[in-house]
């Protein structure tokens, strides 16, 4: 189940420690404190413990829902099915991905934008793989500076361009929407 993503925070801390040393005023890329690996590797332990229903209840009034997000220190995408049975409605985390942003200081919204690619991939990997190419399919960022680029027809810098065009060319969302930062 690890590469379905359901272990994304434990991966992430070594990756945010060993990759970003310079913003954690380490000495050497090489160099992982000795502490800090300690108690990750007794956290990544404890997740044998961890069990996922593996079950999905896909029916015809099935959607999924993708949520982006971003912050200096990472950007990720996961996707979720929501489903109508006579039962009321079920929920289901899918499937999802993080990266940790590039050592070079990028703004949020420019790092929400690749957000919303791994948003736009996992959904046509989700679709892909549970054989729905019609499943609605709804995306969520609170990024309206991102949001903006997705549904503008203009032209933009080459770093921007690049990724609406892939968002657009894997994946034309049936629905895109905002959300507010406040909950």
Same mark, same amino acid.
């Given at each position: 189940?690890?590469?379905?993503?359901?272990?994304?925070?434990?991966?992430?801390?070594?990756?945010?420690?060993?990759?970003?040393?310079?913003?954690?005023?380490?000495?050497?890329?090489?160099?992982?404190? !000795?502490?800090?690996?300690? #108690?990750?590797?007794?956290? @990544? &332990?404890?997740?044998?413990?961890?069990? =996922?229903?593996?079950?999905?209840?896909?029916?015809?009034?099935?959607?999924?829902?993708?949520?982006?997000?971003?912050?200096?220190?990472?950007?990720?995408?996961?996707?979720?099915?929501?489903?109508?049975?006579?039962?009321?409605? !079920?929920?289901?985390?899918? #499937?999802?991905?993080?990266? @940790? &942003?590039?050592?070079?200081?990028?703004? =949020?919204p420019r790092l929400e934008l690749p957000a919303c690619s791994i948003g736009a991939r996992l959904a046509l990997s989700v679709r892909t793989a549970l054989d729905l190419p019609h499943l609605k399919t709804t995306f969520w960022?609170?990024?309206?500076?991102?949001?903006?680029?997705?549904?503008?027809?203009?032209?933009?810098?080459?770093?921007?361009?690049?990724?609406?065009?892939?968002?657009?060319?894997?994946?034309?969302?049936?629905?895109?929407?905002?959300?507010?930062?406040?909950?």
């Open positions: 189940m690890i590469l379905l993503g359901f272990y994304l925070p434990s991966p992430y801390c070594l990756k945010f420690g060993s990759k970003k040393p310079g913003r954690l005023n380490w000495p050497g890329m090489t160099l992982y404190p !000795q502490d800090r690996f300690s #108690r990750w590797l007794l956290e @990544v &332990a404890g997740l044998s413990k961890v069990e =996922i229903p593996r079950y999905l209840n896909v029916s015809g009034k099935s959607e999924s829902h993708i949520f982006v997000d971003a912050s200096e220190n990472a950007y990720a995408a996961c996707v979720f099915t929501r489903s109508v049975t006579n039962n009321g409605v !079920q929920v289901h985390l899918i #499937r999802a991905k993080t990266r @940790v &942003a590039p050592i070079k200081t990028i703004s =949020i960022t609170d990024s309206m500076v991102a949001l903006w680029w997705i549904k503008s027809r203009e032209e933009w810098s080459i770093f921007v361009l690049n990724r609406v065009r892939e968002i657009n060319e894997v994946d034309s969302p049936t629905k895109i929407g905002g959300m507010s930062r406040e909950f």
